[in-house]
């Protein structure tokens, strides 16, 4: 009898193991959880909690851009008319990602220390607090990794 009921247990409990449901990703706002290859998806302008959609351009859209775990980035657009790229630097800290092209004058500001608005480990939402002629707004651009 003994044995009927610890078999009985055992079959129970294995069943409940293997049918427990796999724990949420973890999505660390860090440099090496973001690093990866991405597409920008989306920009907006908020304005007064307003959203204006920003129309990216074809070669916008088919960029990739490469955060590379050792703080370089890489941008390089692709189609037969789109020339643009750039390299530079990026890191991640309290929760705010900066991002920088490398020029032979020195250094241009892509992102500046933008917030971390949201990150899923597939969309990176980030936002930089603008003022255009003495409205301020928030500008806001999703990633998609690749």
């Known amino acids: 009898m003994m044995k009927k009921i ?7 409990s294995s069943a409940m193991i293997s049918c427990k449901k796999d724990s949420d990703p973890v999505c660390e706002k860090s440099v090496g959880g973001i690093a990866g290859s991405y597409k920008l998806t989306k920009e907006e302008l908020v304005v007064s909690g307003t959203p ?3 129309t990216l351009t074809p070669c916008v859209q088919g960029a990739i851009i ?9 941008y390089t657009e692709s189609g037969s008319s789109c020339t643009d790229s750039f390299t530079g ?5 309290n929760n705010k990602i900066s991002i920088s092209e490398t020029t032979s004058g020195g250094s241009v500001v892509v992102y ?6 949201s990150w899923n480990c597939t969309d990176l ?3 930089e607090d603008v003022n255009i002629s003495g409205t301020s707004g928030k500008y806001v ?3 998609t990794k690749q």
């Not at 490469?66 to 890489?74: E, Y």
């Not at 630097?89 to 800290?93: L, N, T």
């Not at 500046?112 to 608005?117: H, K, R, V, Y």
Request: hydrophobic share 60%.
């Open 66 to 74: 490469r955060l590379n775990a050792d703080k370089t980035v890489t």
């Open 125 to 127: 939402v980030v936002s």
């Open 89 to 93: 630097v990026w890191d991640v800290v």
């Open 6 to 12: 610890f078999l009985a247990a055992l079959v129970i």
């Open 112 to 117: 500046d220390n933008a917030a971390i608005d």
């Open 141 to 143: 651009t999703t990633f």
């Open 52 to 54: 204006s959609p920003i």
